[in-house]
């Protein structure tokens, strides 16, 4: 993701302020000091965040959770830019104090309403709250508008719309049962997976609730890699208008995996395993631990279990 602070990078953005420390970050924060460009790592990892920096006198790092919001409110006023690559129900919160001091936000998640509600205050302000500018949701609008804003410049029409992204380990290093790396919040992940989704198909609009996700997966054999499966991702339809092409039949934004992702966590999903409810499991068996969670007898799991 490190990409969006390009947008930042001329004499503008003199110092930038990172809220979180997680997967994502690194790569932001190597291209940042390359550029020499100052920057402050503020998250409750600090002793990751020191590693990120590795002694870079242009970085530094300040243990800082949300708890404190008086410590936040006087590095936004200090750092010229805000990056915040907190949980996403955080941003709001970031992007108000952003607009109290006059500092634009980049995030890589996706626009909450009550982050569409600070869109005037934010203009009335002069700042920019930049959303939806990672990897997916990210990279794939630019590449959208890209494609479409060619065919519409030539007079032509989107029939069909197809986004399908996924951040996937080189064939060679897919080395677990999962095919699967973490690159990013592996709760994020599992919150991705009990997500609903809708889509456009020939005109008709195609709703999937959450329990059914990975049911409604098809193949795509992609180029020097092999067959790829692909699920819908959350709310296609409303990128019609965000993308400016009403005149779209089909509308689908997916996600790639390797072939058995969808199998196994649509598994995983029917007996519980994706459920984040905090439980006590000390000294408790693997059988015990799956028997609790899908709510059956810890007898024969496997002839009982789908």
């Given at each position: 993701?490190?990409?969006?602070?390009k947008?930042?990078?001329a004499?503008?953005?003199?110092?930038?302020?990172?809220?979180?420390?997680?997967?994502?970050?690194?790569?932001?924060?190597?291209?940042?000091?390359?550029?020499?460009?100052?920057?402050?790592?503020?998250?409750?990892?600090?002793?990751?965040?020191?590693?990120?920096?590795?002694r870079?006198?242009l970085?530094?790092a300040v243990?800082?959770?949300?708890?404190?919001?008086?410590?936040?409110?006087?590095?936004?006023?200090?750092?010229?830019?805000?990056?915040?690559?907190?949980?996403?129900?955080?941003h709001?919160?970031?992007?108000?104090?952003?607009?109290?001091?006059?500092?634009?936000?980049?995030?890589?998640?996706?626009?909450?309403?009550?982050?569409?509600?600070?869109?005037?205050?934010?203009?009335?302000?002069?700042?920019?709250?930049?959303?939806?500018?990672?990897?997916?949701?990210?990279?794939?609008?630019?590449?959208?508008?890209?494609?479409?804003?060619?065919?519409?410049?030539?007079?032509?029409?989107v029939?069909?719309?197809?986004?399908?992204?996924?951040?996937l380990?080189?064939?060679?290093?897919?080395?677990?049962?999962?095919?699967?790396?973490?690159?990013?919040?592996?709760?994020?992940?599992?919150?991705?997976?009990?997500?609903?989704?809708?889509?456009?198909?020939?005109?008709?609009?195609?709703?999937?609730?959450?329990?059914?996700?990975?049911?409604?997966?098809?193949?795509?054999?992609?180029?020097?890699?092999?067959?790829?499966?692909?699920?819908?991702?959350?709310?296609?339809?409303?990128?019609?208008?965000?993308?400016?092409?009403?005149?779209?039949?089909?509308?689908?934004?997916?996600?790639?995996?390797?072939?058995?992702?969808?199998?196994?966590?649509?598994?995983?999903?029917?007996i519980g395993?994706?459920?984040?409810?905090?439980?006590?499991?000390?000294?408790?068996?693997?059988?015990?631990?799956?028997?609790?969670?899908?709510?059956?007898?810890?007898?024969d799991?496997?002839?009982?279990?789908?």
């Open positions: 993701m490190f990409y969006l602070v947008l930042f990078t004499s503008y953005m003199k110092k930038v302020l990172i809220l979180g420390a997680g997967l994502v970050v690194k790569p932001m924060v190597e291209y940042l000091l390359e550029k020499k460009i100052p920057l402050l790592i503020a998250s409750p990892m600090k002793q990751r965040a020191d590693a990120i920096i590795n870079n006198p970085g530094s243990d800082w959770s949300m708890d404190d919001p008086a410590a936040l409110e006087k590095m936004i006023s200090e750092y010229d830019v805000v990056v915040s690559l907190l949980p996403y129900k955080y709001v919160d970031v992007a108000r104090v952003c607009i109290k001091y006059k500092r634009s936000l980049v995030t890589t998640s996706y626009v909450q309403p009550e982050m569409r509600l600070l869109n005037e205050p934010a203009k009335a302000a002069g700042v920019l709250l930049l959303n939806e500018l990672g990897l997916d949701p990210g990279i794939d609008h630019m590449t959208a508008m890209k494609i479409i804003d060619y065919i519409h410049l030539k007079h032509g029409k029939e069909e719309f197809y986004s399908l992204c996924g951040a380990p080189a064939p060679e290093n897919a080395d677990n049962p999962l095919k699967y790396k973490f690159t990013w919040s592996p709760k994020g992940v599992i919150l991705a997976s009990r997500n609903s989704a809708l889509y456009l198909k020939n005109g008709k609009e195609i709703f999937i609730d959450a329990v059914n996700l990975f049911k409604d997966r098809f193949e795509y054999k992609f180029p020097g890699i092999g067959d790829l499966e692909v699920y819908p991702n959350r709310d296609s339809i409303s990128y019609r208008d965000i993308y400016d092409i009403p005149e779209v039949k089909t509308m689908f934004r997916g996600t790639f995996r390797y072939k058995g992702w969808c199998e196994t966590l649509d598994a995983m999903k029917s395993m994706l459920d984040d409810t905090a439980a006590d499991y000390e000294r408790m068996s693997y059988a015990q631990f799956i028997a609790e969670r899908s709510g059956i007898e810890n007898k799991l496997r002839k009982i279990l789908p």
